[in-house]
């Protein structure tokens, strides 16, 4: 009998806090693209704008808030995922189909999305402070100190708005990239061209990232809106019938910098969860 080995269920929160101190200038460019009530900036142009405002620190404002999503929002979707595909393909059953694959994403993310919620809309809220005037910036120290806050001055709330949205978003996220990696390497692997190394996690998170991009940005445009609002939508038909008064394209607005930064945030977790899985797995009997 083959041995092989097993993510443990925290590798997944670990790999993701690993790639989002990669990519988190491209997240906060993302939200301030997002959150533009007209197009004024493209990408390299908004990048510019914070560094010569703020100075090249401001790229990583809210870093602290996107650890702690990513221990939350990721730890919670890649465990329940992880775990689950592992218990039901053991036994000698055999992996799990695409669908039902796509269904515990699904769930994952779902459940992720909520409670990751509050550290989400922390994250969005600190990333967006440095493009408003002094006098109205939050100013939040850190995740916990914005967290606290807003339960205290805004209530609890205030302080899982948006999560329906999250919610959806974690969801759409999830299938992309979980279910579809690994479709993707069980594809890639199966040509026979090529083996189980990080080529093949590359090829594989990159076609995984692209998926979740594209399924996903109408969504994540929608909740940035909500998660940064200071009560001028009543809910989420009102952002999306706001949203859709500036044209369909702004449903899409911040894909390049979105793709940018999804993509090789996908592509170095599953990276750096391959190598985690590979020196410190679970040892288990194929």
Request: hydrophobic share 45%; net charge positive; proline share 3%.
């Amino acid at each position: 009998m083959a041995e092989k080995k097993v993510s443990r269920w925290y590798f997944g929160g670990i790999a993701s806090c690993g790639a989002a101190c990669c990519t988190h200038p491209l997240d906060l460019v993302k939200v301030h693209l997002q959150t533009q009530q007209e197009v004024r900036m493209r990408m390299m142009g908004m990048m510019m704008h914070v560094v010569q405002r703020e100075g090249v620190l401001a790229l990583y404002s809210g870093l602290s808030a996107s650890l702690c999503r990513q221990m939350s929002y990721s730890l919670t979707r890649f465990a329940i995922y992880e775990t689950v595909r592992d218990m039901a393909g053991g036994g000698g059953h055999g992996p799990m189909p695409f669908y039902q694959k796509v269904l515990l994403a699904a769930f994952g993310g779902l459940t992720g999305g909520f409670i990751g919620t509050p550290a989400d809309m922390v994250n969005v809220r600190m990333q967006n402070d440095v493009k408003l005037p002094p006098e109205l910036r939050r100013n939040y120290a850190h995740a916990l100190d914005g967290m606290f806050r807003v339960l205290r001055e805004e209530g609890l709330r205030k302080l899982f708005s948006g999560a329906t949205m999250a919610s959806s978003r974690g969801a759409l996220v999830t299938v992309g990239q979980l279910s579809c990696y690994d479709q993707a390497k069980q594809l890639v692997l199966g040509t026979g061209v090529m083996y189980d190394n990080i080529l093949t996690h590359f090829l594989a998170s990159f076609i995984a990232g692209g998926c979740a991009t594209f399924l996903c940005q109408p969504l994540d445009v929608m909740k940035t809106r909500l998660m940064n609002s200071k009560g001028e939508y009543v809910g989420v038909m009102h952002c999306l019938t706001d949203t859709a008064k500036l044209g369909p394209m702004a449903f899409y607005k911040g894909l390049v910098p979105a793709g940018i930064r999804l993509v090789p945030h996908t592509v170095l977790t599953f990276i750096f969860l391959e190598q985690l899985r590979k020196y410190f797995g679970i040892a288990v009997i194929a």
